[in-house]
Structure formats: structure tokens, C-alpha cells
């Protein structure tokens, strides 16, 4: 009796954790993204889109930089800006990483004055719409948990001369109108954050992923004194990054099987115990 029960307990138990473990992923059905720079001193301008790298469909990639040098009477205002965003899709997992950062210094050879200068930089991933596809076979509307597990990071540096200085990041999953996960920072310190939520969903169902990134500094009527070293005013930036990962939920037939085998098992271990 016993050589016969282990392949029974071994053949239930298999199935019953295959039937948990079915795989299910993200995949791209559309999107809208942006990112750039903008920039004004004392009446001059400067602007800088960044470029989209993605696909025709899969992954989504933003990246752009640019470095300024505003003359003025004087002196002049160095400032620049990197950005980049990138959310990448597998049957393993969807992962996302986001990273800005800004940079403003003045280097006076006399008396400088800035009257005004603004400067601001964004990355934005507006809405990636995602689709829940289940492996070969698993029917639309079986049930999945989803969950997000990532790390946010700031680092904050203002000069006292600056006005309006500021920094924050955020991301969020949602259907329709129903938020299901979301994550905002308003860094007003440098540090560190985990970031993870988790949902339930089911195969076939469209979400939508949102993520931004965003920062930006002044100056009004500044004024510096003459110096050999440049004066630094702004470092900040900021970064975001993680993974998707879908789950199926094992059905109720799976639990039957997994208890009808650890049933067995248990008397098994009583026959045992009572010989």
C-alpha cells in the first residue's frame, strides 16, 4: 500500500503547484510619453525635447540631455539637464527604470546680476495602456495577483539664492478610473524609498501605467561678486526603478488536490506512527 500512495501523492502534488504556477505577463497596446527641458534667462530662451526611442510595439524608450551657457553682462549660467525612461516587457517580468537630473552654476568675472532664470525638466510616461496575456491555453478572465517591487531615490541641493526649487516623482496603475497602486514623492530631503504595491487582475483586461519624473530651480535678482570659482546652485536628481510581476491564483480544484494529498499524507504518517 505504501509504494503505492507516494506516485499518487507525488502525481497530486505536482498538479497541484503546476496549476498555481501558470505564468501571465504585461504587453504593450499603446502609449504616450514625453520628456525635455525648458529654460529662460533675462529674456533668452532655450528648449530641448528628448527623443523616443520605442518601437512599433514592446519596449518604451525616452532619452535626452542638453548643456546651456547663458551670457550675461559679466558673467554667464552654465545649466543642463539628463533624462531618460525606459519600460521594458518579457513573459518573466515588465521592468521599469527612470532617472533626471539638473545642474545650474554662475561664473561672475565682475559684478553679476541676474534679474530672472528658470529652469525646468521633465520625464513622463502620460499613459502606457497594458494587457494581461496569460500563457497558451489560460482563458481570458483567470484570475492574477500583480504586484510592483522597486526603489525611488532623490537627491536634493539648493543653493540659498535659489527660489522655486523643487523635485518630485511618482507612479501609478490604474482601470479606468480606479486607482489600483500608486506611489508620489515630493522630495524635500535627500534619501531613499521601497516602492511596492500588489492587486489582484485577470487575464485579457487592459490597465493603464503611468510614471513621471520632474524638476526645476530659479533665480531672481541674484546678485554675485567677482570670483575665480564658479558659484554652484542647483544639483538635483532624482531615480525610479522596478518590476511587474504576475502570478496566476490557483483555482479551487488546485487546493482541492493539494488537501486531498496532504490528507494522504497524513494518514500515511498514522499507519506508520501505529505500526
Known amino acids: 500500500m505504501k509504494n503505492q500512495l507516494k506516485p499518487l501523492l507525488g502525481a497530486l502534488l505536482l498538479v497541484g503547484l503546476c496549476s498555481g504556477a501558470q505564468a501571465a505577463y504585461f504587453d504593450r497596446v499603446d502609449y504616450v510619453a514625453s520628456a525635455g527641458y525648458s529654460a529662460a534667462t533675462d529674456g533668452t530662451s532655450a528648449n530641448s525635447p528628448a527623443m523616443d526611442l520605442s518601437g512599433t510595439s514592446g519596449d518604451v ?20 539637464y539628463a533624462g531618460d525612461a525606459f519600460l521594458s516587457f518579457s513573459t518573466a517580468s515588465t521592468d521599469l527604470w527612470m ?15 541676474v534679474g530672472n532664470h528658470q529652469q525646468d525638466a521633465f520625464v513622463d510616461l502620460s499613459a502606457v495602456k497594458l494587457k494581461i496575456v496569460g500563457e497558451a491555453g489560460e482563458a481570458n478572465g483567470s484570475a492574477v495577483n500583480v504586484s510592483f517591487l522597486g526603489n525611488a531615490s532623490g537627491l536634493l541641493d539648493f543653493n540659498s539664492m535659489v527660489s522655486d526649487g523643487y523635485l518630485g516623482l511618482g507612479l501609478s496603475v490604474s482601470r479606468g478610473n480606479t486607482v489600483l497602486g500608486e506611489y508620489l514623492w515630493d522630495v524635500q530631503q535627500a534619501g531613499n524609498q521601497a ?5 489582484a487582475g485577470n487575464v485579457g483586461e487592459e490597465l493603464t501605467f503611468s510614471s513621471y519624473m520632474l524638476t526645476g530651480a530659479g533665480l531672481k535678482n541674484a546678485s554675485f561678486a567677482q570670483s575665480t570659482l564658479p558659484y554652484e546652485l542647483v544639483n538635483t536628481g532624482a531615480s525610479l526603478n522596478g ?9 479551487p480544484e488546485t487546493y482541492a488536490m493539494l488537501l486531498a494529498g496532504l490528507g494522504l499524507m497524513g494518514a500515511v504518517a498514522r499507519r506508520r506512527k501505529a505500526r
Open 195 to 199: 516602492v511596492n504595491f500588489s492587486f
Open 243 to 251: 518590476s511587474f510581476t504576475i502570478a496566476a491564483v490557483p483555482e
Open 61 to 80: 524608450s525616452l532619452f535626452g540631455a542638453a548643456v546651456y551657457n547663458s551670457p550675461l553682462t559679466n558673467g554667464s549660467l552654465a545649466h543642463s
Open 99 to 113: 532617472t533626471l537630473n539638473q545642474s545650474l552654476s554662475a561664473t561672475s568675472g565682475g559684478a553679476l546680476s
